[in-house]
């Protein structure tokens, strides 16, 4: 069933208005053989790496494990961590130039995160570094485990969170609006469950240019 503020429509998938910004979800958008075979070839593929983020004076390691691929020169930093891009493995360029067709926008990289159990999660956060732009546009592609994926407004709290269970193959485009003025969340979870990738597709704006 549909909320009253979204619409279904194949090509387009189904829009999510929300205050301040506006999401786009295709749930089934890979076929799950498709989405269980490239599970399998990213989870061997990609150059996993354990990063630490500094949290009130303490190093901690990143509850995930994370990947960044990408044009040459999409440098990227979050949360004090540097990322230099890996060279696209053609897998994830396959994967770009089809989300590109589906979404409209473009994207040169992508942040791939490894959640090895329900422990693992990815606090509330917006994808809002200068190096994205002002109003920056981001594509998500989920493999393996389903996670509940919440969003809530940046400073109005009377706004309900929002919650979407992103399945295997699912794909939600973040559009405009959502950096600006939404954080997102992936909460840890007691559930027995097996792990998840997820994709998020971004564009890095030169800054020197
Ligand atoms: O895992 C997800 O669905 C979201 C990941 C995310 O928000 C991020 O890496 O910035
Ligand atoms: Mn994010």
């Known amino acids: 069933m549909l909320s009253p503020d979204s619409s279904r429509d194949v090509m387009s998938g189904e829009v999510i208005t929300?205050?301040?910004?506006?999401?786009?979800?295709?749930?089934?958008?890979?076929?799950?053989?498709?989405?269980?075979?490239?599970?399998?070839?990213?989870?061997?593929?990609?150059?996993?790496?354990?990063?630490?983020?500094?949290?009130?004076?303490?190093?901690?390691?990143?509850?995930?494990?994370?990947?960044?691929y990408g044009d040459s020169g999409a440098s990227y930093r979050y949360s004090?961590?540097?990322?230099?891009?890996?060279?696209?493995?053609?897998?994830?360029?396959?994967?770009?130039?089809?989300?590109?067709?589906?979404?409209?926008?473009?994207?040169?990289?992508?942040?791939v995160n490894l959640y090895r159990s329900g422990q693992d999660s990815n606090g509330w956060h917006a994808d809002d570094e200068p190096e994205l732009g002002g109003d920056p546009l981001v594509a998500s592609l989920s493999l393996g485990s389903t996670r509940r994926f919440q969003l809530r407004h940046k400073t109005d709290r009377s706004i309900p969170v929002r919650t979407l269970n992103l399945e295997a193959g699912s794909l939600l485009f973040m559009g405009d609006g959502m950096q600006q003025h939404w954080q997102h969340q992936i909460p840890k979870t007691q559930r027995n469950i097996s792990s998840r990738i997820n994709l998020t597709?971004?564009?890095?704006?030169?800054?020197c240019q």
């Open 18 to 68: 929300l205050p301040g910004g506006v999401c786009r979800y295709w749930p089934a958008w890979l076929t799950v053989e498709e989405a269980s075979r490239l599970y399998q070839q990213l989870l061997d593929a990609v150059s996993w790496r354990q990063d630490e983020i500094r949290l009130f004076g303490r190093t901690l390691p990143l509850p995930r494990l994370q990947a960044w």
């Open 80 to 111: 004090g961590i540097q990322l230099e891009p890996l060279p696209w493995l053609p897998d994830l360029y396959a994967l770009k130039t089809r989300v590109e067709q589906a979404t409209g926008a473009e994207f040169n990289s992508v942040l």
């Open 201 to 207: 597709f971004r564009r890095v704006i030169d800054l």
